[in-house]
Protein backbone atom coordinates (compact mmCIF):
# COMPACT_ATOMS: atom_id res chain seq x y z
CA UNK A 1 0.00 0.00 0.00
CA UNK A 2 1.13 3.33 -1.19
CA UNK A 3 1.98 5.96 1.91
CA UNK A 4 -0.22 8.43 0.20
CA UNK A 5 -2.42 7.92 -2.51
CA UNK A 6 -3.85 10.20 -5.43
CA UNK A 7 -5.48 10.04 -8.48
CA UNK A 8 -3.53 10.26 -11.40
CA UNK A 9 -6.58 11.94 -13.33
CA UNK A 10 -6.20 14.12 -15.71
CA UNK A 11 -9.04 15.90 -14.31
CA UNK A 12 -10.68 18.07 -16.71
CA UNK A 13 -13.47 20.90 -15.01
CA UNK A 14 -15.05 23.79 -16.74
CA UNK A 15 -14.05 27.33 -16.33
CA UNK A 16 -15.78 28.70 -13.13
CA UNK A 17 -16.81 24.97 -11.54
CA UNK A 18 -15.43 23.59 -8.66
CA UNK A 19 -12.40 20.84 -8.86
CA UNK A 20 -12.25 18.25 -6.17
CA UNK A 21 -8.75 17.10 -5.43
CA UNK A 22 -8.83 13.79 -3.38
CA UNK A 23 -5.88 12.15 -1.05
CA UNK A 24 -5.48 9.17 1.17
CA UNK A 25 -2.95 8.66 3.37
CA UNK A 26 -1.60 5.08 5.38
CA UNK A 27 0.11 6.70 8.23
CA UNK A 28 -2.91 7.13 11.14
CA UNK A 29 -0.48 8.96 13.17
CA UNK A 30 0.60 11.74 10.71
CA UNK A 31 0.23 15.37 11.74
CA UNK A 32 0.11 18.10 8.72
CA UNK A 33 -0.86 17.69 5.28
CA UNK A 34 0.13 20.10 2.62
CA UNK A 35 -1.28 20.35 -1.38
CA UNK A 36 1.42 21.22 -3.64
CA UNK A 37 0.66 22.78 -7.08
CA UNK A 38 3.52 22.06 -9.78
CA UNK A 39 3.34 23.95 -13.28
CA UNK A 40 5.08 21.97 -16.01
CA UNK A 41 9.11 22.43 -15.88
CA UNK A 42 8.64 23.84 -12.11
CA UNK A 43 9.15 23.20 -8.73
CA UNK A 44 6.31 22.15 -6.38
CA UNK A 45 4.33 25.73 -4.72
CA UNK A 46 2.53 24.98 -1.22
CA UNK A 47 -1.13 26.32 -1.72
CA UNK A 48 -2.29 24.81 1.29
CA UNK A 49 -1.77 23.24 5.01
CA UNK A 50 -4.06 21.63 7.03
CA UNK A 51 -3.18 20.24 11.09
CA UNK A 52 -6.83 19.92 12.03
CA UNK A 53 -9.58 17.59 11.69
CA UNK A 54 -12.57 20.11 9.54
CA UNK A 55 -12.12 22.61 6.83
CA UNK A 56 -9.68 25.24 5.54
CA UNK A 57 -10.18 28.25 3.74
CA UNK A 58 -7.71 30.39 1.77
CA UNK A 59 -9.32 32.71 -1.36
CA UNK A 60 -10.68 30.16 -4.09
CA UNK A 61 -9.00 26.64 -1.98
CA UNK A 62 -10.66 24.89 0.80
CA UNK A 63 -8.84 21.79 2.15
CA UNK A 64 -10.47 19.14 4.12
CA UNK A 65 -9.00 16.80 6.70
CA UNK A 66 -10.48 13.50 8.52
CA UNK A 67 -8.39 11.94 10.33
CA UNK A 68 -10.68 9.27 11.29
CA UNK A 69 -11.14 8.09 7.54
CA UNK A 70 -7.50 8.62 6.92
CA UNK A 71 -8.30 11.49 4.00
CA UNK A 72 -7.50 14.67 2.55
CA UNK A 73 -9.47 16.65 0.02
CA UNK A 74 -8.96 20.53 -2.04
CA UNK A 75 -11.29 22.11 -3.24
CA UNK A 76 -10.57 24.61 -6.11
CA UNK A 77 -13.65 27.28 -6.50
CA UNK A 78 -14.14 28.99 -9.67
CA UNK A 79 -11.59 27.03 -11.24
CA UNK A 80 -9.96 29.06 -14.00
CA UNK A 81 -7.61 28.06 -16.59
CA UNK A 82 -4.26 29.22 -14.35
CA UNK A 83 -5.28 26.52 -11.75
CA UNK A 84 -4.27 23.92 -14.60
CA UNK A 85 -1.27 22.02 -13.05
CA UNK A 86 -0.31 18.88 -11.45
CA UNK A 87 -1.24 18.57 -7.79
CA UNK A 88 0.99 17.05 -4.85
CA UNK A 89 -0.58 15.67 -1.35
CA UNK A 90 2.08 15.72 1.23
CA UNK A 91 1.70 14.18 4.49
CA UNK A 92 3.89 15.15 7.38
CA UNK A 93 4.36 11.56 8.89
CA UNK A 94 3.97 10.81 12.70
CA UNK A 95 8.13 9.66 12.23
CA UNK A 96 11.11 11.69 13.98
CA UNK A 97 12.44 14.00 11.51
CA UNK A 98 9.94 15.99 9.42
CA UNK A 99 10.13 13.56 6.65
CA UNK A 100 7.29 14.39 4.43
CA UNK A 101 5.62 12.45 1.75
CA UNK A 102 4.19 13.16 -1.54
CA UNK A 103 1.70 11.78 -3.44
CA UNK A 104 1.84 10.86 -6.77
CA UNK A 105 -0.16 13.78 -7.86
CA UNK A 106 -3.55 14.67 -9.70
CA UNK A 107 -3.20 16.50 -13.29
CA UNK A 108 -5.91 19.28 -13.17
CA UNK A 109 -7.41 20.59 -16.56
CA UNK A 110 -9.28 23.75 -16.47
CA UNK A 111 -11.21 24.02 -19.70
CA UNK A 112 -12.12 27.45 -20.74
CA UNK B 1 9.29 30.95 4.30
CA UNK B 2 12.87 30.71 3.41
CA UNK B 3 14.57 31.60 -0.23
CA UNK B 4 16.14 28.84 -1.85
CA UNK B 5 18.80 29.19 -4.31
CA UNK B 6 19.24 26.12 -6.34
CA UNK B 7 22.06 25.50 -9.38
CA UNK B 8 22.54 24.40 -11.86
CA UNK B 9 19.22 24.65 -13.51
CA UNK B 10 20.24 22.21 -15.95
CA UNK B 11 22.76 20.49 -16.97
CA UNK B 12 23.27 17.70 -19.95
CA UNK B 13 26.44 15.02 -18.69
CA UNK B 14 27.66 12.04 -20.64
CA UNK B 15 27.63 8.95 -18.47
CA UNK B 16 30.00 7.50 -16.20
CA UNK B 17 30.76 11.24 -14.94
CA UNK B 18 29.37 13.52 -11.77
CA UNK B 19 27.56 16.30 -11.19
CA UNK B 20 27.48 18.59 -8.10
CA UNK B 21 24.15 20.60 -7.54
CA UNK B 22 24.20 23.46 -4.93
CA UNK B 23 21.53 24.98 -3.09
CA UNK B 24 21.63 28.08 -0.83
CA UNK B 25 18.99 29.25 1.76
CA UNK B 26 18.78 32.64 2.63
CA UNK B 27 18.11 31.62 6.46
CA UNK B 28 19.95 29.35 8.55
CA UNK B 29 17.99 25.45 8.83
CA UNK B 30 18.55 22.71 10.75
CA UNK B 31 17.59 20.58 8.02
CA UNK B 32 17.75 20.03 4.18
CA UNK B 33 16.26 17.75 2.05
CA UNK B 34 17.11 16.28 -1.16
CA UNK B 35 14.15 14.91 -3.54
CA UNK B 36 14.39 13.52 -6.73
CA UNK B 37 11.47 13.90 -9.83
CA UNK B 38 11.45 11.09 -12.49
CA UNK B 39 9.55 12.06 -15.21
CA UNK B 40 6.05 11.90 -14.89
CA UNK B 41 6.33 10.58 -11.47
CA UNK B 42 6.09 12.38 -7.81
CA UNK B 43 8.85 13.88 -5.58
CA UNK B 44 11.06 10.65 -3.85
CA UNK B 45 13.36 11.86 -0.76
CA UNK B 46 16.53 10.79 -1.24
CA UNK B 47 18.44 11.90 1.90
CA UNK B 48 18.17 14.64 4.56
CA UNK B 49 20.72 16.46 5.10
CA UNK B 50 21.76 18.00 8.86
CA UNK B 51 24.52 20.28 9.45
CA UNK B 52 27.16 18.45 10.99
CA UNK B 53 26.62 14.79 10.75
CA UNK B 54 26.22 12.29 8.12
CA UNK B 55 23.09 12.51 5.88
CA UNK B 56 20.31 10.07 6.53
CA UNK B 57 19.31 8.14 3.31
CA UNK B 58 16.03 6.55 2.44
CA UNK B 59 15.91 3.15 1.09
CA UNK B 60 16.93 2.50 -2.32
CA UNK B 61 19.87 5.28 -2.03
CA UNK B 62 23.47 5.19 -0.79
CA UNK B 63 26.44 7.54 -0.05
CA UNK B 64 28.76 6.20 -2.98
CA UNK B 65 26.32 7.38 -5.28
CA UNK B 66 24.56 10.14 -4.02
CA UNK B 67 27.09 11.79 -1.43
CA UNK B 68 26.10 15.13 0.34
CA UNK B 69 27.82 17.63 2.04
CA UNK B 70 26.22 20.08 4.78
CA UNK B 71 29.08 22.79 5.81
CA UNK B 72 26.93 25.01 7.39
CA UNK B 73 23.32 25.59 8.47
CA UNK B 74 22.57 28.05 4.62
CA UNK B 75 24.63 25.55 2.50
CA UNK B 76 24.14 22.28 1.22
CA UNK B 77 25.56 19.84 -2.40
CA UNK B 78 24.09 16.69 -3.86
CA UNK B 79 26.51 15.05 -6.12
CA UNK B 80 25.05 12.48 -8.83
CA UNK B 81 27.91 10.20 -9.28
CA UNK B 82 28.73 7.64 -12.29
CA UNK B 83 25.53 8.90 -13.57
CA UNK B 84 23.85 6.66 -16.54
CA UNK B 85 20.62 7.35 -18.31
CA UNK B 86 18.23 5.79 -15.49
CA UNK B 87 19.77 9.15 -13.21
CA UNK B 88 17.96 11.81 -15.87
CA UNK B 89 15.65 13.38 -13.39
CA UNK B 90 14.77 16.81 -11.62
CA UNK B 91 16.58 17.30 -8.54
CA UNK B 92 14.93 19.35 -6.15
CA UNK B 93 16.68 20.85 -2.64
CA UNK B 94 14.02 21.37 0.28
CA UNK B 95 13.88 23.11 3.23
CA UNK B 96 11.65 22.69 6.61
CA UNK B 97 8.76 25.51 7.72
CA UNK B 98 7.26 25.27 10.75
CA UNK B 99 4.60 22.44 11.54
CA UNK B 100 1.93 24.01 9.12
CA UNK B 101 4.00 25.36 6.72
CA UNK B 102 5.79 22.67 5.22
CA UNK B 103 8.26 22.83 2.56
CA UNK B 104 10.18 25.41 0.40
CA UNK B 105 11.50 23.93 -2.73
CA UNK B 106 14.51 25.24 -4.77
CA UNK B 107 13.67 25.76 -8.26
CA UNK B 108 15.13 22.50 -9.21
CA UNK B 109 18.14 20.87 -11.32
CA UNK B 110 16.95 19.26 -14.57
CA UNK B 111 19.82 16.51 -15.57
CA UNK B 112 19.75 14.77 -18.41
CA UNK B 113 22.95 11.74 -18.93
CA UNK B 114 23.44 10.73 -22.49
Known amino acids: QKEVEQNSGPLSVPEGAIASLNCTYS??????FFWYRQYSGKSPELIMS????GDKEDGRFTAQLNKASQYVSLLIRDSQPSDSATYLC????????????FGTGTKLQVIP | SAVISQKPSRDICQRGTSLTIQCQVD?????MFWYRQQPGQSLTLIATANQGSEATYESGFVIDKFPISRPNLTFSTLTVSNMSPEDSSIYLC???????????FGSGTRLTVV
Open chain 1, 50 to 53: IYSN
Open chain 2, 94 to 104: SVAGTAINGYT
Open chain 1, 27 to 32: DRGSQS
Open chain 2, 27 to 31: SQVTM
Open chain 1, 90 to 101: AVRGSGGYQKVT
